[in-house]
Each structure stands twice: as C-alpha cells, then as structure tokens.
C-alpha cells in the first residue's frame, strides 16, 4: 500500500519507545533523496556539480545538502583540459570548488574522469605521439590526480565512453596511438596510484539495455577479469528522452548483464530529457522514467547507487545538445520540486518504509 493512503495516527501515549522514536511518514514525507536511498539499501543518491552554479547560494544548499544528496560528481572539473591545461601542469582549483565543499558536507564523491575522448587540451589532442610518449602522459597524468584526490574518492570513472552504440570502438587519440589497450592500460594505472578501497569504473551511455553496446561491454569487463585486468564497476550513465526511455525491465536486464561477473553497476548520470513545450503529462512520464530507473537499481544486488547528471533544469548539458529538449531535472527553473522528484522519493521510500 503506498504510505500517503495511510492516515496519519499520532503516537498514543502508550506506544513502546521504539514506535515513539520513528514517526510516522507522513510527518515527515520527505526527509530527502539520500535518506531514503540509504534506508533502501543503497550507499547513495547522489548529483552531479558544475562550476557554473557556485555563486547561486539557493542552489548550492540543495546541493550540499547530504540528506537530498549524499554524494557529488564534479560536472567538468576532474576532466583532462582543466586537470592538465598544458602539459605536466596540474591545476586542481574547478575541481576543489565542488570536491571540497562536498568532504565538508560529509558527500561521497564520484570522481570523472581520467581517459575520455572529448574534452581534451589542445597540446595533448594535437600532438604528434608515439606509442611510448602517449603511455607515459597518461600514467602521468593518472599517477597525479590520483595521488591529489588520494583516498578521497569512493570511484572514479578511469575510462568513459570508448564504444560506439554499434559496440565498435571509439575513434580517439588514444585508440589511434596506443590500440584498443590503451583501456586496460588505464585500468592498471589507475589501480596502481589509487587507494585500493577506491572502485574503478567503466563508464558509458546507451548500455541501459540489453544491446550490441551493453553485451561488448559485459565481454570487456568478463575479459578483463579473466586476464587479471583491475575493474570494480560499470557506470550505466542513464541519459534518457521521453517517450524513448528504457523501461524498469530494460534497465534491471543491463545491470544484470554485469552483476553475475562480479562487478558492483550504478547509475551515473540520470537524467529525462523532454521534447519541449513541456507539459504535465510529459512531467507524469518523465517522473516514471525516473522512478522506473531508480527502482531498478533498488532491485538489482549489487546496484550501489543513482547520481543525477545535476537536479535544476536551466543547468542541465541537455538544452544545449539537443536544441528543442530541456526540462531534464527533479527541480524546476524556480528551484521547485517537480513530479519527478516526488516519484523517485516515493519509490524509494516504498522499499525503505
Ligand atoms: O555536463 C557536462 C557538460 O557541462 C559539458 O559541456 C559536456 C562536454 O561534453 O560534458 C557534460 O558531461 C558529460 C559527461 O562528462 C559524460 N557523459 C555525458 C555527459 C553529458 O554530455
């Protein structure tokens, strides 16, 4: 029975210690995404952080608030051009502004990302390499945010996005230069100067279904296991449209592609984009996309937790990447909560409660 059917009873003054030190839902129906994520099971519920955001002070309370997000992921910060602007010149300030305020406000972090395609400086993208030179800037770049952010992190992303949706791989700098090894090569460096409890994540988008991409990645984690290669997660990013969505079943069948290998899976970046103008029936299926979402990770062992790939619309990635979609957020323009919100607390407190 979903507990807002329930009336609410005060408790009578008889009630055992234990039934007065637990009130009663509905005094306290929403006590915050994280809260309820941890009383379901999970480590977290979580959001990603841009820089863009830090000076809206009403934003900012939300975000660090650990009882609505228990853990953050720097949104650009710990990306490879801001790392490493020029070459062996580490610059830690646009992740810190985020990584900081989170230790403070006791947040798991999710660290993003050491070896992805985009988001590359010029002098690295641009450069002339051999094999040997390439392998030497990438452990030297793992070897010093590594050993910056130390134990800090409860994973990283150590390679993002290397397949294609037709599960070839990506055309990048480093397929080009180092082979398809390069990956592994990340995953052992990454092991070799993060802290050993730190988990180590591929991490991709389109791989929420059982696809020609989610299964390359299941062979990848697979073969990797058996040679040895150090992987402790798969990040299902979860970037979804409206009326195009997975359903609870297509995301519970991808994270079971990857449980029985002994990887943990999480989703890393959730969000619903809508096909605008928006409505409130698009919000209704937008809520359940977010609710289906969350709740398959809830039913999946080994599912540790959600991240959304930020909560307030006017900053989401989406606007600007897919002219004539936006609204992919739990809160709205004015910071309101939205349908979607409510649905993705209500489903957690059904397992919670
Ligand atoms: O949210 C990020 C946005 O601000 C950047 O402009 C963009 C650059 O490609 O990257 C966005 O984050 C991406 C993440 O790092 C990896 N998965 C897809 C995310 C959305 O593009």
């Not at 999710?110 to 094999?131: D, I, M, S, Y």
């Not at 040997?132 to 994973?155: K, M, S």
Request: net charge neutral; aromatic share 12%.
């Amino acid at each position: 029975m979903k507990l807002s059917t329930i009336i609410p009873l005060l408790p009578l003054a008889s009630a055992t210690p234990t039934q007065q030190a637990r009130p009663h839902p509905s005094l306290n129906k929403y006590p915050g995404l994280d809260i309820l994520a941890k009383r379901a099971g999970l480590l977290y519920f979580g959001t990603a952080i841009d820089n863009v955001v830090l000076n809206n002070s009403a934003y900012i309370s939300i975000a660090h608030n650990s009882s609505e997000f228990g853990q953050v992921t720097p949104s650009n910060g710990q990306k490879w051009m801001y790392i490493e602007p020029s070459r062996n010149n580490f610059s830690y300030s646009m992740a810190d502004a985020i990584v900081k305020p989170a230790i403070r406000a006791r947040q798991m972090r999710r660290c993003h990302t050491f070896v992805w395609h985009n988001q590359l400086p010029a002098w690295l993208e641009g450069g002339n390499w051999t094999k040997a030179e390439l392998t030497g800037v990438l452990e030297n770049h793992i070897r010093n945010e590594a050993r910056y952010f130390g134990n800090g992190c409860y994973a990283w992303d150590v390679v993002n996005e290397a397949f294609e949706d037709d599960g070839s791989f990506r055309d990048s700098i480093w397929l080009r230069v180092l082979g398809k090894e390069y990956i592994e090569l990340a995953f052992r460096f990454a092991r070799k100067y993060v802290g050993r409890r730190v988990r180590l994540y591929y991490n991709d988008y389109g791989i929420e279904r059982v696809n020609v991409k989610s299964k390359v990645v299941a062979a990848m984690v697979k073969d990797f296991i058996d040679r040895d290669i150090p992987i402790d997660g798969i990040g299902l990013q979860a970037h979804f449209t409206v009326g195009r969505a997975p359903t609870y079943d297509d995301v519970k069948a991808a994270l079971n592609l990857f449980i029985p290998l002994g990887v943990e899976t999480a989703l890393t970046e959730l969000d619903v984009r809508i096909q605008l103008p928006d409505s409130l029936e698009k919000q209704a299926l937008q809520a359940q996309v977010y609710a289906n979402s969350t709740k398959a990770c809830m039913d999946v062992g080994d599912c540790v937790g959600v991240t959304v790939w930020d909560f307030w619309d006017p900053v989401s990635w989406v606007p600007e990447t897919f002219p004539g979609y936006g609204n992919a957020c739990l809160f709205d323009d004015g910071l309101k909560r939205k349908q979607a919100y409510y649905a993705v607390s209500d489903v957690l407190r059904d397992d919670g409660e």
